[in-house]
């Protein structure tokens, strides 16, 4: 079966970077696009970009161009998400997801567990 | 920017039709996909395509897409439907939007 497992929670100091990953289990890792969203609390779902892990491509929603990188390790089945300067505003789950569809990004079917990050002096 | 407006919040008693809606400029144009969230829960993706139902999904569940309104229904609305429901396209450039949330309470 799809499971996406991420890495723990993180407490990061204003200015810091972040960098959530994300190892992918039950198909063929690159045959699926990754998506990242995050969820700010007490907030709805904000999607912050896509990775395509067959060619390393990827594509970030204009709110976070500049400040998030996406990469891949396809040896081991693992995305990941990473945030630069981060303030008080980035406190949030962040999610990755893997598409419905094969080859191209559509929408998100098959999510991980989330993983809480606090940015706080 | 393209903007996807939903209700903040629909009420409905168990049994019958809940329909929420998500508005935008020519939305009838674009894919809509909609996911429902419990507290403390990832999403679960339960329409794509406007219409179409992932695996596993009851067939409770149906959407529509015309217009400036895109539209979930959930018919005989259950007490486990109670969540917070997103709708999402693509806005034919680069950002996949999602929709402010719409919470629905079964009275």
């Known amino acids: 079966q799809v499971q996406l497992v991420q890495s723990g929670a993180e407490v990061k100091k204003p200015g810091a970077s972040v960098k959530v990953s994300c190892k992918a289990s039950?198909?063929?890792?690159?045959?699926?696009?990754i998506h990242w969203v995050r969820q700010a609390p007490g907030q709805g779902l904000e999607w912050m970009g896509w990775?395509?892990?067959?060619?390393?491509?990827?594509n970030s929603a204009q709110n976070f161009q500049g400040r998030v990188t996406m990469t891949r390790d396809t040896s081991i089945s693992t995305a990941y998400m990473e945030l630069s300067r981060l303030t008080s505003d980035d406190t949030a789950v962040y999610y990755c997801?893997?598409?419905?569809?094969?080859?191209?990004?559509?929408?998100?079917?098959?999510w991980g567990q989330g993983t809480l990050v606090t940015v706080s002096s | 920017s393209y903007v996807l407006t939903q209700p903040p919040s629909v009420s409905v008693a168990p049994g019958k039709t809940a329909r929420i809606t998500c508005g935008g400029n020519?939305?009838?144009?674009?894919?809509v996909h909609w996911y429902k969230q419990k507290p403390g829960q990832a999403p679960v993706l339960v329409i794509y395509?406007?219409?179409d139902r992932p695996s596993g999904i009851p067939e409770r569940f149906s959407g529509s897409n015309s217009g400036n309104t895109a539209t979930l229904t959930i018919s005989g609305v259950e007490a486990g439907d109670e969540a917070d429901y997103y709708c999402?396209?693509?806005?034919?450039?680069?950002?996949?939007?999602f929709g402010g949330g719409t919470k629905l309470t079964v009275l």
């Open positions: 990775i395509n892990p067959n060619s390393g491509g990827t």
């Open positions: 997801a893997r598409d419905l569809i094969a080859a191209r990004p559509v929408c998100s079917a098959y």
């Open positions: 020519n939305i009838g144009s674009k894919s």
């Open positions: 999402q396209v693509w806005d034919g450039r680069s950002d996949h939007l």
């Open positions: 039950g198909y063929t890792f690159t045959d699926y696009y």
């Open positions: 395509y406007d219409a």
